[in-house]
């Protein structure tokens, strides 16, 4: 009996939601009286030993070049021969992209209970559930797993990272991997900015900001604080912003520390797609807009004017 | 061609989420109920364009619920497709429905089975992966572009910070999210049209649950908001610094 630890990576690096995946497993590892392996797929630069400082005892690594793309057939496959060798009765994966298309899978695959949208550590104490996210982020719901093995997709953002010392054995796994059906014939990522999905800190514009070429002072300001952009729906609709931008309900649902709103009014679609952000703040010129509601922190003013003091300010913390 | 569009009844994106006996279920009392908008934008009517391209095409809708879930496969209907399935059960967990689903597909052998990326309800984005291995099928998830040449999918699909062209060829299930069509509005004739059409109820197949709802909670309300006056915009940045530890 094991807890097995779904590893993510791009590129042969490790992504930082698999830190957070590590941490919780771990936990439940230690919930259990049992302990946390890893799985992870294809070649790594990073160092994989290390990443024992996050609980994780021993890492399978599988490597092969029918897992250089994502086919999660593929992964779904590998990752069950794994999972049975260890005996893993929890696996956990991150309920990103890759999350998205391997656990379901697996799920069917290991007739496993999956819970995806995890928001914390399983309650073990009568059974196991798991709390996730429902309704679009406006309430949780506590999801019983009754099948033996249990499956957990942790949503990004929603755990802390917790590290102490410790190495991990890292052991190559040998597992029948097939040729991939899914061909990847083109990537194209956008470079230079921080992932949305990803961002700690997030400055999103709204029709407020009243044109695309006002979105200046809003890139400035998230350079500054190292954040990922973001708009409103009525935004990427007009095509003022790239539709990847859009955060809401219909849009991308995100978590980050601080979500700074301009010229939003918060109607409660777009509400559903941020209200997972520890801190809210919101700048609009309308008192009356919802999204102050809420918000931990708002100004009630002009956009073009209260920016350009805050980009001040920001630029005076950070020394620049 | 024979392409199968999962449709889901979920709660208007602008309800007010409550719930009774105990937390234990959703409050239904003035609820309005659509499509799920993923379905219902992105899965229904990019199915519908291609079908409008090649009329070849038989475009199917399954849903699986109760009766109630009626009037949304009608209004599906209404935008298009030749003829909808309803699997008669209700209240049951993504594995059980999407072994339902499966089943639908199977016996309807078909070539393509879109899924809207999540449910804007239970938000599992599991379906179309579930459905996939069940009927050990490739499956693209989250996809914003899907072109057919042949048997061949041209697809984008979302990763982290960019997009990923794929390559696949049918059979397949796709998930599809924002990106993938416009939204349409019914037409007086799509409307008339769908009271003859075809709805077919189906009893489903004997599966287990593999997960149980116990309970809800709503989140904490918050506190109330901190305004820091216009003129002293600065003083929301020592705010974020010093007591919120945002930045």
């Known amino acids: ?320 | 061609m024979k392409i199968l569009v999962c449709v889901s009844k979920t709660p208007d994106t602008t309800a007010k989420i409550a719930f009774s006996d105990n937390n234990t279920k959703f409050a239904q009392d003035g609820v309005q109920w659509i499509i799920n908008p993923y379905d219902e934008w992105y899965a229904l009517v990019r199915a519908l364009e291609l079908k409008e391209k090649d009329s070849s095409i038989t475009l199917h809708l399954v849903t699986v619920g109760g009766a109630d879930a009626e009037p949304i496969i009608r209004k599906a209907l209404a935008l298009g497709g030749d003829e909808a399935i309803r699997v008669n059960a209700d209240n049951h967990d993504s594995f059980y429905i999407a072994s339902q689903i499966a089943e639908v597909a199977k016996q309807g052998a078909y070539d393509l089975v879109f899924t809207g990326k999540e449910t804007i309800d239970y938000n599992g984005s599991s379906i179309g992966g579930l459905v996939a291995e069940l009927l050990d099928l490739p499956y693209v998830a989250l996809a914003t572009k899907f072109d057919l040449n042949g048997t061949t999918a041209t697809i984008t699909r979302e990763i982290e910070g960019g997009e990923e062209i794929n390559e696949v060829q049918l059979p397949l299930v796709v998930s599809c999210q924002k990106g993938m069509a416009e939204a349409r509005i019914p037409n007086m004739r799509g409307i008339m049209a769908a009271r003859t059409k075809p709805l077919k109820v189906v009893e489903p197949v004997a599966v287990d649950n593999l997960t149980s709802v116990v309970g809800f909670e709503l989140p904490p309300a918050k506190s109330g908001v901190k305004l820091v006056p216009a003129d002293q915009a600065e003083e929301l940045v020592r705010l974020l610094h010093d007591e919120a530890k945002a930045i």
């Open chain 1, 1 to 320: 009996m094991s807890v097995l630890i779904y590893i993510d990576q791009a590129d042969g690096h490790i992504k930082k939601a698999s830190y957070e995946v590590l941490s919780y497993g771990s936990k439940i590892a230690e919930q259990l009286g049992t302990t946390a392996e890893g799985v992870v797929l294809g070649k790594v630069q990073d160092d994989l030993a290390g990443l024992g400082k996050y609980g994780v005892k021993k890492i399978h690594q599988v490597t092969n070049d029918n897992l250089a793309h994502l086919d999660g057939q593929v992964y779904a496959k590998v990752i069950a021969q794994v999972a049975e060798k260890t005996g893993a009765k929890v696996i956990v994966f991150s309920n990103n992209v890759d999350g998205k298309a391997i656990a379901p899978r697996l799920s069917a695959k290991l007739k496993a209970g999956l819970v995806t949208g995890a928001m914390a550590l399983p309650d073990t104490s009568n059974g196991f559930s798991v709390k996730k996210t429902v309704f679009s982020g406006k309430a949780f719901a506590n999801v019983a797993i009754n099948s033996d093995i249990k499956i957990i997709a942790l949503n990004p953002n929603a755990f802390q990272v917790t590290e102490g010392a410790g190495t991990a054995e890292v052991a190559a796994f040998e597992a029948t991997v097939d040729a991939p059906k899914v061909k990847v014939t083109a990537t194209n990522k956008v470079t230079g900015e921080v992932p949305l999905s990803e961002a700690e800190v997030v400055v999103s514009g709204g029709r407020g900001m009243k044109g695309p070429e006002n979105w200046g002072m809003l890139e400035e300001l998230a350079h500054l604080l190292g954040a990922a952009l973001a708009c409103s729906r009525p935004v990427a609709d007009a095509h003022w912003r790239p539709h990847h931008e859009h955060v809401g309900q219909t849009g991308l649902a995100i978590a980050p520390n601080l979500y700074i709103a301009v010229g939003i009014s918060g109607a409660i679609q777009h509400l559903a797609g941020v209200n997972r952000s520890k801190v809210i703040v919101v700048i609009n010129k309308d008192p009356e807009a919802p999204f102050f509601k809420a918000a931990d922190y708002g100004i009630v003013g002009d956009a073009f004017e209260v920016l350009p003091k805050i980009i001040a300010a920001v630029k005076k913390l950070k020394g620049a």
